[in-house]
């Protein structure tokens, strides 16, 4: 039942990402095509070329496969484990069933089930992330000849890490990403840079002069 379940979930995960790379390769071309003069041709990138590397480079470590079986495995011993230990202390099958699932008062948020899809929410955030990031980096390659620096955009609340709310803002060279007037090194990026990650990148063009226009 948990094999099912997280095989529908990858699934389901790969169709997400396929639309989401689809929006955020047309939202990116849009977005610089409506800043820039009509004479300043824009590349686009394939949906399909972002999906694929989204998938075939790891983030935190793994691939997105990989982090599926992973949590297919973690869930069943989570539940091994807690029908062992139920038995072990005499429990009854519903006591059991009710250590696994949680229980109705507390919106079965204190189950053993309850670990597995945060974990799996977790999973799910940092992909999307993962492939909005690997979308702007083939976008920003594309279009090396238009975009003149990277900026850094962290969502800013109370749940923004540490790393991301100093880098909030921060400019950095087009492709390389060197840093511009500060010492943070870009690391694995906007986006993925850790678990659930938020921050964004957005585009510096070149001056107007650079491209030869008055």
């Keep these: 039942t948990i094999a099912a ?7 389901q ?10 929006y955020e390769t047309a939202w990116q071309a ?14 686009t ?21 990989q982090w599926i079986s992973t949590l297919d495995t973690d869930t069943a011993t989570r539940v091994r484990r ?12 519903d006591q059991i069933i009710r250590d696994i699932r949680g229980t109705k008062a507390r919106g079965y948020k204190d189950g053993v089930l309850e670990i597995s899809r945060r974990e799996a929410e977790a999973v799910v955030r940092t992909a999307l992330g993962h492939t909005a ?5 083939q976008f920003e390659t594309r279009n090396a ?23 909030d803002n921060l400019l950095y060279t087009a492709v390389d990403h060197k840093p511009v007037g500060h010492s943070y090194p870009w690391g694995a990026g906007a986006g993925n840079f850790h678990w659930r990650c938020r921050s964004t990148r957005t585009f510096v063009t070149k001056g107007w002069k650079e491209y030869g226009i008055d």
């Design 5 to 11: 379940s997280y095989e529908r979930l990858s699934g």
């Design 13 to 22: 995960l790969s169709t997400e990402l396929q639309d989401f790379a689809r």
């Design 30 to 43: 849009a977005t610089m095509e409506a800043a820039l003069p009509a004479v300043i041709n824009v590349a």
């Design 45 to 65: 990138v394939a949906p399909a070329q972002v999906y694929a590397a989204a998938v075939a480079r790891p983030f935190q470590g793994a691939l997105l496969s």
């Design 82 to 93: 807690a029908i062992v230990q139920g038995f072990s202390e005499s429990k009854t099958t």
């Design 133 to 137: 990031a690997v979308a702007g980096e």
């Design 145 to 167: 000849d238009i975009i003149k620096q990277v900026r850094w955009l962290s969502t800013l609340d109370f749940r923004t890490s540490e790393p991301c709310r100093l880098r």
